[in-house]
């Protein structure tokens, strides 16, 4: 069974704080991995997807690395307006195509 | 271009009754997912359609049922309501199974469903 583990469960920065998000996951066999963006109240907003390990991607303060074992979501010099909660899923390789979805960090950043 | 759009926002229903919620897909795309999310919970797969049948399901009991129209838009129904069935129902759209070549999903923004 694919598992996804997302850590920590929630973070507070200071604006200018940077810091990173893990997701951990274990599947038989990866065909991508997802990073989505989430609102209150509102449905997630895709940002990244990643395919290998060694495979980076970079949206304005984030950026998405992935080993074999994990990816990592870094925010550099994070703004208040990126406070949301950020969630990681894995496509596993097969007949299936849907992506389980771990929990989630919460991510607060003070002004 | 219009994205996912989900009715309604917002519902209190009361234990044992049923409830339809309702989904148009982003213009183009021709398959629906639908998902359960609990407060503080990542989303839980329930059900995908697409040419109008049931393709994969996720572990959900029966009373979760769907369907999926013509115009590709998706109605989610769910029978004899339980406390636990309160949360945010999320819909996804993509274009055919596979999805994009990104694998990207596009969300609406949810129907809050309070079960009393």
Redesign the interface.
């Known amino acids: 069974e694919d598992q996804v583990t997302q850590s920590p469960e929630a973070l507070r920065l200071q604006e200018g704080e940077s810091s990173s998000l893990n997701c951990s996951y274990t599947v038989s066999g990866l065909r991508g991995l997802f990073w989505y963006r989430q609102d209150p109240g509102k449905g997630p907003e895709f940002l990244f997807t990643l395919y290998s390990a060694g495979e980076e991607k970079e949206k304005e303060r984030l950026k998405a690395t992935l080993t074999k074992k994990e990816s990592f979501l870094h925010i550099t010099a994070p703004k208040p307006e990126d406070s949301a909660t950020y969630l990681c899923a894995v496509q596993a390789t097969g007949g299936s195509y849907i992506p389980t979805f771990g929990r989630g960090t919460s991510l607060i950043v003070h002004p | 271009d219009a994205g996912?759009t989900q009715s309604p926002t917002h519902l209190i229903k009361t234990r044992g009754q049923q409830v339809t919620l309702r989904c148009s897909p982003k213009s183009g795309h021709d398959t629906v997912?639908w998902y359960q999310q609990a407060l503080?919970?990542?989303?839980?797969?329930i059900f995908?359609y697409y040419e109008e049948e049931e393709r994969?399901r996720?572990n959900f009991p029966d009373r979760f049922s769907g369907h999926q129209f013509p115009n590709y838009s998706s109605e989610l129904n769910v029978n004899a309501l339980l406390l636990g069935d309160s949360a945010?129902y999320?819909c996804?759209s993509s274009w055919g199974?596979?999805?994009s070549s990104?694998?990207?999903?596009?969300?609406?923004?949810?129907s809050?469903l309070t079960v009393l």
């Open positions: 996912v997912s503080g919970q990542g989303p839980q797969f995908q994969q996720g945010l999320l996804a199974l596979a999805g990104t694998g990207e999903l596009f969300f609406g923004e949810g809050r």
